[in-house]
């Protein structure tokens, strides 16, 4: 079992960065691929990015290859997204979630957060 805590969501300009985290409990985290996923109003949940139990494989939707970097440290049990270059439509309520192995896939993620807002302003 793994319960997942997300924080550090806010406001913040187009052009502007924002770094939001999340805070796994379980022994077990270290094993668990892990995943940030957002929803829209009225769009479903994307794929945003994922990485490896290991932290060496990573992967990115393409709206946010290059401005966004996942991370994670399993002697603290957190990952990370930190995100740059934000654009309006980055707005989203931003999920992680984790899953036995690294997929874009949101139907194969066992556990899930409750979520925080990211809102970008233009």
């Known amino acids: 079992q793994v319960q997942l805590v997300e924080s550090g969501g806010g406001l913040v300009q187009a052009g502007g960065s924002l770094s939001v985290s999340c805070a796994a409990s379980?022994?077990?985290?270290?094993?668990?691929?892990m995943a940030w996923f957002r929803q829209a109003p009225g769009k479903e949940r994307e794929f945003v990015a994922t990485?490896?139990?290991?932290?060496?494989?990573?992967y990115y939707a393409d709206a946010v290859k290059g401005r966004f970097t996942i991370s994670r440290d399993n002697a603290k049990n957190k990952v990370y997204l930190q995100m740059n270059a934000l654009k309006p439509e980055d707005t989203a309520v931003y999920y992680c979630?984790?899953?036995?192995?690294?997929?874009?896939?949101?139907?194969?993620?066992?556990?899930w957060g409750q979520g925080t807002q990211v809102t970008v302003s233009s």
């Open positions: 379980g022994r077990t985290f270290s094993t668990y691929a």
């Open positions: 990485i490896s139990w290991s932290g060496a494989s990573t």
């Open positions: 979630a984790a899953a036995t192995s690294i997929t874009s896939r949101k139907d194969l993620y066992d556990y």
